[in-house]
Nanobody
Framework: QVQLVESGGGLVQAGGSLTLSCVAS????????MGWYRQAPGKQRDLVAT???????NYADSVKGRFTISRDNANNTVYLQMSSLKPEDTGVYYC??????????????WGQGTLVTVSS
């Protein structure tokens, strides 16, 4: 009864900026950690950034200083602000979240992904 929906992907030139959003909806009691992961064609899915319920962030070294993760707990939304984009940032970006439903069931799930393409 919980789902994540990402949005905001698109085509952007190198050096540009883009902001992704992910909204969690359903029978949610609480959300612990939310995060963003990305997967380029032919490569594994890797962590980009995570953020705790108290808004403590963690970033992959490759995006530090360029990306900012944030969340709006009242609206169960996590954002990824991306700046100074590079072609190697290209990939499908997936949202991840873990938490507890109002039926006291734990969950961990993924969104369907949103494609980010950075042209050179």
């Amino acid at each position: 009864q919980v789902q994540l929906v990402e949005s905001g992907g698109g085509l952007v030139q190198a050096g540009g900026s883009l902001t992704l959003s992910c909204v969690a909806s359903g029978n949610i009691l609480s959300i612990n950690t939310m995060g963003w992961y990305r997967q380029a064609p032919g490569k594994q899915r890797d962590l980009v950034a995570t953020i705790t319920s108290s808004s403590s962030p963690n970033y992959a070294d490759s995006v530090k200083g360029r990306f900012t993760i944030s969340r709006d707990n009242a609206n169960n939304t996590v954002y990824l602000q991306m700046s100074s984009l590079k072609p190697e940032d290209t990939g499908v970006y997936y949202c991840n979240a873990d938490g507890v439903t109002r039926k006291y069931r734990t969950f961990e799930l993924w969104g369907q992904g949103t494609l980010v393409t950075v042209s050179s």
